[in-house]
């Protein structure tokens, strides 16, 4: 099993930026494909990233194309997400979540939650106006 354990959230005024990290243990971050949900107060959770094993592509959901970048680093275990040009929408406490693949796999990734196995507790981003 892999725990994912996610940090970098806090209070931003719209516009600034936050870098997210979802570090994981206990298994290789390299065998899974990886995105990042989030859950504003009121409203159910909703995908906003994906990246696929080895990194070589990438997804999002058309509010955050341009400004938020999904990124991987496997030798550290660890996946990131850039987020700029925050606005108050963007309020909201964001999970990464991590699905296993298997090797050969490079082209798959997901966007519904009942497709990942593995959650991280959640980060709390916060954007002021």
């Known amino acids: 099993q892999v725990q994912l354990v996610e940090s970098g959230g806090g209070l931003v005024q719209a516009g600034g930026s936050l870098r997210l990290s979802c570090v994981a243990s206990?298994?290789?971050?390299?065998?899974?494909?990886m995105g990042w949900f989030r859950q504003a107060p009121g409203k159910e959770r909703e995908f906003v990233a994906a990246?696929?094993?080895?990194?070589?592509?990438?997804y999002y959901v058309d509010s955050v194309k341009g400004r938020f970048t999904i990124s991987r680093d496997n030798a550290k275990n660890t996946g990131n997400l850039q987020m700029n040009s925050l606005k108050p929408e963007d309020t909201a406490v964001y999970y990464c979540?991590?699905?296993?693949?298997?090797?050969?796999?490079?082209?798959?990734?997901?966007?519904?939650?009942?497709?990942?196995?593995?959650w991280g507790q959640g980060t709390q981003v916060t954007v002021s106006s």
């Open positions: 979540a991590a699905r296993m693949v298997a090797n050969y796999d490079d082209t798959s990734y997901y966007t519904k939650e009942y497709e990942y196995d593995h």
């Open positions: 206990g298994r290789t971050l390299g065998w899974y494909t």
């Open positions: 990246i696929t094993r080895s990194g070589a592509s990438t």
